[in-house]
């Protein structure tokens, strides 16, 4: 099970930390992903983290250099840290996961939708003045 929080209104140019806490699993085996889904739009990439240490992340072009993904195993838990926010980064950001059996998967997969088995319910984030 995946618990998403930490979304919220904030103002442009603002900062949220979104959490994804996992239950019932060891986490460290996880690949896990950020996706969000505006009103009217498919659901789309955010960030990914591999499994284990979280020694490869990967960005969506339009938040690269603002966002930044990490883990704490210990915590069972994903953090998206979002900087510089923008009205168009107002979404339902869900957290994502699958059980990954190496650390070497193409990034295609990581920005898959359907490569992930398990969903969080999500988070609103809204960016507005």
């Known amino acids: 099970q995946l618990q998403a929080s930490g979304g919220g209104l904030v103002q442009p140019g603002g900062s949220l930390r979104l959490s994804c806490v996992a239950s019932?699993?060891?986490?460290?085996?996880?690949?896990v992903g950020w996706f969000r889904q505006a009103p009217g739009k498919e659901r789309e990439f955010v960030a990914a983290?591999?499994?284990?240490?979280?020694?490869?992340?990967f960005y969506a072009d339009s938040v690269e250099g603002r966002f930044e993904i990490s883990r704490d195993n210990a915590k069972n838990t994903v953090y998206l840290q979002m900087n510089s926010l923008n009205p168009e980064d107002t979404a339902t950001y869900y957290c994502?996961?699958?059980?990954?059996?190496?650390?070497?998967?193409?990034?295609?997969?990581?920005?898959?939708?359907?490569?992930?088995?398990?969903w969080g319910q999500g988070t609103e984030v809204t960016v507005s003045s």
């Open positions: 019932g699993r060891t986490f460290s085996n996880y690949a």
């Open positions: 994502a996961a699958r059980l990954a059996m190496s650390l070497s998967y193409s990034s295609f997969y990581y920005r898959t939708r359907d490569w992930y088995n398990y």
């Open positions: 983290i591999n499994k284990s240490g979280g020694s490869r992340t």
